[in-house]
């Protein structure tokens, strides 16, 4: 963002005098810590944000930057003329209140009781921000409806892809019938990336006589979820250059990301279209991949065979199939990319500021 508005300060998020609860909170087992201390931070906002605004006044910002915890910008009190700005790819309620959340449930019980008092706060906050950037329509929509803001406040600028750009390759993979088709799954937690369903959906592909792999990044799958056409490569750091090359042979060789999640967001689709990789999931959340643009995205209650039916459509179909590569990288290079986002974001505030 930097290389677009200027400097950038990264505030101290402490808690000022009530940093000692705060370490508290943090020591605690990370399932509760993490439901827990926002939470906590809400009820408190008003006296954290002292040690906030102190910063501000201090510092002679232009602009005050929020990105996910709207408990941080609660309570807050910008020094006349800052602009405030926030962006997330979900607030409490609207994930709460979808059908993501809703599939997911509440870790603690007790924690919707704090709903009323979350939803009273959000409209609050969000009614002061200058600027609310959401990543997806999807949010937009949600966010605009439950907390009543207009679209010269509330506005769709979509995130890009954590990897450098990868430039197009020179010999994208071939689709094509009686080949090898591989697949590609990326994410820390099997089950919430759909991972069953790649499964089934592989096991449908080669029992109808396709040769379909799937390469597995990030987590391992159980034991009733391996085979031999699953490769497993673990948790790959993509700032380890070793371990980026691998990240990037993967996705190169690759024919989809096929990734069937609940999630409000993705940064793995905005990856696959930098590799000029189309992605194949559920139309569930605010996932950046528009239908025969960068992929596709079923309905949710799509089986192993409809997914399986969409392979097979472009198995028959090399052209429309090369022509969607093509499309998906440059859905990369003219919206998922962080670059676009620097651009769009700065020029909002200029126009703002002035």
């Known amino acids: 963002m930097g290389a677009h508005v200027g400097d950038v300060t990264v505030l101290d998020p402490g808690w000022g005098r009530l940093d000692w609860l705060r370490r508290a909170i943090d ?3 990370e399932a509760i810590m993490l439901r827990l201390r926002w939470r906590i931070h809400l009820l408190l906002a008003r006296f954290i944000a002292h040690s906030i605004q102190k910063q501000l006044v201090q510092g002679r910002f232009d602009v005050v930057f929020g990105a996910y915890s709207f408990h941080s910008m609660a309570g807050l009190r910008v020094p006349p003329g800052m602009l405030t700005a926030y962006t997330s790819d979900a607030t409490p309620t609207t994930y709460k209140r979808s059908e993501i959340g809703e599939s997911f449930g509440s870790y603690l ?3 919707r009781l704090f709903d009323p008092m979350i939803l009273r706060a959000e409209r609050k906050t969000f009614s002061r921000i200058d600027f609310l950037l959401w990543p997806t329509e999807w949010l937009k929509s949600g966010a605009d409806g439950l ?29 094509s019938a009686g080949a090898p088709v591989r697949l590609v799954l990326v994410g820390r937690d099997w089950f919430a990336k759909g991972g069953p369903l790649v499964f089934e959906t592989i096991k449908v592909l080669r029992n109808r006589g396709i040769d379909a792999q799937i390469d ?18 673990g948790l790959l750091d993509k700032a380890d250059p070793e371990q980026f090359a691998r990240f990037e042979s993967v996705l190169r060789r690759a024919h989809f990301l096929f990734q069937p999640s609940f ?3 993705g940064f793995a689709f905005c990856e696959a279209s930098a590799y ?8 569930v959340g605010g996932v950046p991949v528009r239908d025969g643009v960068n992929g596709y995205a079923l309905p949710r209650e799509s089986t192993a065979s409809d997914f399986a039916d969409k392979v097979a459509e472009l ?18 290079e003219e919206r998922l990319n962080w670059d676009a986002w620097g651009r769009r974001v700065d020029a909002l505030l200029a126009e703002r500021g002035q």
């Open 27 to 29: 020591a605690m087992p």
């Open 109 to 111: 019980a007790l924690s």
């Open 147 to 175: 907390y009543d803001l207009s679209d010269v406040q509330s506005l769709v600028v979509p995130w890009g892809a954590n990897v450098p750009d990868p430039m197009p390759s020179d010999v994208p993979p071939v689709l």
């Open 216 to 233: 597995v990044i990030g987590v391992e799958p159980p034991e009733f979820n391996r085979a031999d056409f699953v490769k497993v490569h």
């Open 263 to 265: 999630e409000s967001f």
């Open 276 to 283: 000029g990789l189309p992605s194949l999931c559920l139309r």
């Open 315 to 332: 198995i028959a179909a090399p052209d429309a199939y090369r022509k969607l590569r093509a499309s998906s990288r440059t859905e990369y």
